[in-house]
């Protein structure tokens, strides 16, 4: 059942093509939005540590964005175009990266990016059966990194939880975040040529079920409910960033983060590091 | 808590203090252990060690003397300047001793 492997960059069809950069956006723009939300947090954080171990999975998360955003430079696109003078309605991220954080409030902190990083987790494992070879070439470097992230939310998630309080606010950013992390499985346009080309051959829909067990047992152990597998479909908020529909908040972080590239009249983007292919 | 984190960068090393994490327990301090002094470090291995466990001796303690109270200088090495006129000095010696090697050798012989 496995599907054919497809050829280098310059060898594809219109829509073998079309369906990898549909993918290549997603993966590229979740790890993008969600690694600038957790910039936030930068000297915000309740203790030093927590502070630089969040840092820390931001660039994590910037440097898998990269070695995404490097996929699409292949179809010549230029970094310019793909994130700084790219519009806000034209990112593909689902839009629970793009919340924004109540201040002080870790608990929202980390839920999100326990729902983030199992959803990346299942994502990942998923993309070890590409059968496009640029993706399958980073897809290790993107794995050995997820663990730790998991670990780090899930032991959070433990001690917040260890008295009511702290199980009361969990719970609160579960019951607000839940309907935006479901938007993380919400199709692109491309979703059936991506599964039927083996790109993803998983199915998105596959993942939330898998996404939805082992996030609902984590929580249910710590005391901290989720909503019925029925009511999901029902539940998924109405703009999922998959189809270029997001919220307020997301214009806002855009705002925010083109505003030195426009403010200085920027017209390229400066390279700080080699590119991934040369190290 | 505080705990008191020693990284090794190779096998063969030592394990070497190289700072510490405050952390409300075990799980939590070896995960901050590893954020802050082997992610993005050489590290084969790392000791994380709560701050209270570790015995110390300070010099400042009572009864307490370190490095000596005595004049033992001249046990260390480094005190020796051993230049270029050392050498020749130990060279002159060593023909000495090697002359009145043979000298011996010679008196034996004539015996």
């Avoid at chain 2, 010099?59 to 006129?85: C, F, H, I, P």
């Amino acid at each position: 059942m496995a599907s054919a492997r497809l050829g280098a960059p310059g060898d594809l069809s219109e829509r073998e093509r079309e369906a990898v950069e549909a993918l290549l956006y997603q993966l590229a723009d979740d790890e993008f939005v969600v690694a600038d939300r957790y910039t936030d947090w930068q000297c915000q954080g309740p203790t030093l540590e927590a502070d630089i171990a969040i840092a820390n999975i931001a660039q994590d998360e910037l440097g898998h964005a990269r070695l995404w955003y490097d996929l699409l430079q292949d179809f010549g696109y230029e970094e310019t175009e793909l994130i700084w003078e790219r519009e806000a309605e034209e990112f593909r991220h689902a839009t629970l990266c793009e919340q924004s954080f109540e201040s002080g409030d870790w608990a929202d902190a980390v839920v999100r990016s326990y729902f983030y990083d199992v959803a990346e987790f299942l994502q990942v494992e998923a993309l070890a059966e590409t059968s496009y070879p640029r993706i399958a070439d980073r897809i290790e470097k993107v794995n050995g990194e997820e663990h730790y992230h998991r670990e780090h939310a899930q032991n959070w998630l433990e001690r917040l939880c260890e008295d009511a309080e702290g199980t009361r606010r969990v719970q609160a950013a579960v019951d607000d975040l839940y309907p935006y992390a479901l938007t993380l499985f919400e199709p692109t346009a491309k979703e059936d040529d991506i599964v039927e080309l083996g790109i993803r051959p998983t199915p998105l829909a596959q993942l939330r079920e898998e996404w939805y067990d082992l996030t609902g047992a984590f929580l249910d152990g710590l005391g901290v409910s989720v909503p019925d597998r029925e009511a999901l479909d029902d539940l998924v908020a109405e703009e999922t960033g998959r189809d270029g529909s997001h919220t307020d908040d997301w214009q806002r972080q855009y705002n925010e983060l083109t505003y030195t590239y426009r403010m200085l009249d920027r017209t390229e983007a400066r390279r700080l590091m080699a590119d991934p292919d040369e190290v | 808590m505080i705990f008191e984190v020693f990284r090794q960068e190779q096998r063969k090393d030592y394990h070497v203090h190289v700072g510490n994490v405050h952390a409300p327990d075990r799980e939590m301090a070896r995960m901050y252990a590893q954020v802050m002094h082997a992610r993005r470090k050489p590290a084969h291995s790392l000791w994380v060690v709560p701050k209270e466990e570790i015995a110390e001796v300070d010099s400042d303690d009572e009864g307490v003397s370190m490095g000596g109270l005595t004049q033992k200088e001249y046990r260390w090495a480094t005190n020796y300047n051993t230049d270029e006129t050392f050498a020749e000095e130990i060279e002159a010696s060593q023909r000495e001793q090697e002359e009145a090697e043979r000298g011996r050798e010679e008196a034996e012989a004539n015996d």
